[in-house]
């Protein structure tokens, strides 16, 4: 199965309402859990990261949240604006051998609608 | 800011054609990435180095080879491409897995 589940994979919300996007893992021994943006015809750019040793983390809007328990993460946009239309994937960092390797989840089209 | 550049932007190739797609990145980071983009399956791992000299098999290397002749470039090679091949092609370079990754702006490959 897959190693890091996104979901939804598709997420429409009206501007100015909250929108929340999901992750879950496998590999308990995770400990950095990053969210990248991609725009239409960009590349992807990191918006925020968490590390294990927190639950939640805010950067302006932005808010992640970790549950280590229960291996999900997930990313909380609040009061949407049309500029957070975009793509967006969570990641893990996959041990493999003495380095990692960034596997990303399956991707959210998020769509604010005016 | 990070910078990772990627040629050609766009590639049409033949079935059974050979093709390789460059990047370079002036970071001075050790890895770096290459990654295919895919409706529904999100960015998947193709190879990564972790230096010069060094490649590793990613998640779907199968019909790829990658190349590191250098600190700052990292090549993509498809042999005998075929048309499953069709895609975009993201570089990337990064300190290591735990930390940011920066992405070049993308290689868009038709095989046709």
């Known amino acids: 199965g897959e190693q890091v589940e996104q979901l939804p994979s598709i997420l429409r919300v009206q501007e100015g309402s909250s929108a929340s996007i999901n992750c879950s893992y496998e590999?308990?021994?995770?400990?950095?859990f990053p969210w990248y943006k991609q725009e239409p015809g960009e590349n992807p750019k990191l918006i925020i990261d968490?590390?294990?040793?927190?639950e939640r983390k805010q950067i302006q809007e932005l808010i992640v949240l970790l549950d280590k328990k229960a291996k999900r993460f997930s990313l909380h946009i609040t009061d949407t604006q049309p500029g957070d239309s975009a793509m967006y994937f969570c990641a893990l960092p996959m041990a493999t051998g003495g380095n990692n390797k960034l596997t990303f989840g399956q991707g959210t089209v998020l769509s604010v609608i005016p | 800011e990070a910078a990772v550049t990627q040629s050609p932007r766009n590639k049409v190739a033949v079935t059974g054609g050979k093709v390789t797609l460059s990047c370079n990145q002036t970071?001075?980071?050790?890895?770096m990435y290459w990654y295919r983009q895919d409706t529904g399956h999100g960015l998947r791992l193709i190879h990564y180095s972790y230096g010069a000299g060094s490649t590793e098999k990613g998640d779907i290397p199968d019909g790829y080879k990658a190349s590191r002749p250098s600190q700052e470039n990292f090549s993509l090679i498809l042999e005998l491409a075929t048309p499953s091949q069709t895609s975009v092609y993201f570089c990337?370079?990064?300190?290591?897995?735990?930390?940011?990754?920066?992405f070049g702006s993308g290689t868009r490959l038709t095989v046709l």
């Open positions: 590999d308990s021994a995770s400990n950095y």
């Open positions: 968490i590390r294990s040793n927190m």
């Open positions: 970071n001075n980071h050790n890895n």
């Open positions: 990337a370079s990064g300190l290591g897995g735990a930390e940011t990754l920066y």
